[in-house]
Structure formats: structure tokens, C-alpha cells
């Protein structure tokens, strides 16, 4: 497995582009994990329920991404490389609130969500670290178009361990603003919401993805 510095880079700040995003659809559950009854407890849940949700995107990405590399045809190689080219742009383009057409994916996310939902209401009270963790990890889940985009991109190289790999990155880059709202520290979370920071992500993800897009044209 060889992943370019770029690759790491995207999954990152996309997840920190995305991490505004992230806040306003389980920031709540975030915060209440990490006041709960205060003291290294509330810190061990709330650690547990990271490690759930990033876990959850890893096991996605591994499990998309072998799927994707049955099938050996270099035709099917080179396409694939040519759509996580396009698929970086069009994050870029989503992220800078130029093009929302990644919204369908969240959409068509939302007929998994359904039942999947059901598993996670006996896990809401989250008072163990067990429970925090399956809540966690149920909650990776939820429909968002820049996870499941995210998860399109990295299911495109072909790989189970680069896809798991990748869908990680893409989640330790949505944790800064997480464990803010958990400990209340606003001033960040201002930040990494502010036009100007999504804005520079996003033409940084549109660059990328130009950039590979020309590369493998040149290469092929």
C-alpha cells in the first residue's frame, strides 16, 4: 500500500472542513458525553465515542475498498483514479457551497440511517465506555454528504487497507472541533466553522484533485 502525501493531507483538512458540519448533527450527543458526571469518567466516555466513530469509518472504508479491488482490469484501475480525482473537486466544490449535488448521496445515506438508528437509542444514556464507544461507532453512520463523499473517495483507490487508512484520516480530521464542543472551547470551534477556513480547504481540495486528474492524463 502507497499513499501520497496529498491523499493524506485531503483526508485530513476535508475532515475539518466537514467538522462544522459534524458539530451541528451530533455535536449535542459530543457535548453531552463529555460534561456527563465530569472527571476522568466523562473523559474515558468521550474518548470511547470518538474511537466508536472513527473506528465505524475505517471498517466502511476497509470493507467499500475491497470490494473495489475485485475487480483487476487496468481499464477499471485507471477509471477508478480518474473518479477520486473528480470526487476531490467536487468535495472542494461542496465544501465551498459552490455545487451541493453531493447531497444525494446524503439523501440515498438516509435509507441505511433508518434502521440503523434503532441501534442506537439503548446507547444513548452512553454511561460506560463500552456503550460510548457502540454509540460511537453508530453514529458514523449518520447521513452527511461529506462523510459518505469522503468515503466515495477513498473507495476509489481500490485498496481495504488504504480505503480504512484514509476513512481514518478523514476522522481524526473531524476530532479537533468534536472535542472542543466536549470541553466548551468555543474560540475553535469558531475557527474551524469560519467561511474563510472552508473556503481555503476547499480550493486546496479542488487543486488536488485537478492535479491528479492531470497527472494520471498525462501519465496514461
Known sequence: MVVEMNEV??????GLAGSGHCFGMCGGISTAIGVGSGGSQSKTRMVSYHFGRILSYGLLGAAMGAAAGVIELPFWRIGLRYAAGIMLIAMGLYTLNWWRGLVYLERAGKILWNPVQRLARPLLSANSPLHAMGLGAVWGFLPCGLVYSALTWSVMHADAI??????????????PVMLAASIGAH????VLKASWFRSSVGLMLIVWGIFNVLMISNHH
Do not use: Q
Open 9 to 14: 493531507l485531503a483526508a485530513i483538512f476535508l
Open 162 to 175: 488504504k480505503g480504512a487508512y484514509l476513512m481514518g484520516l478523514f476522522g481524526l480530521g473531524t476530532l
Open 187 to 190: 474560540w475553535m470551534i469558531s
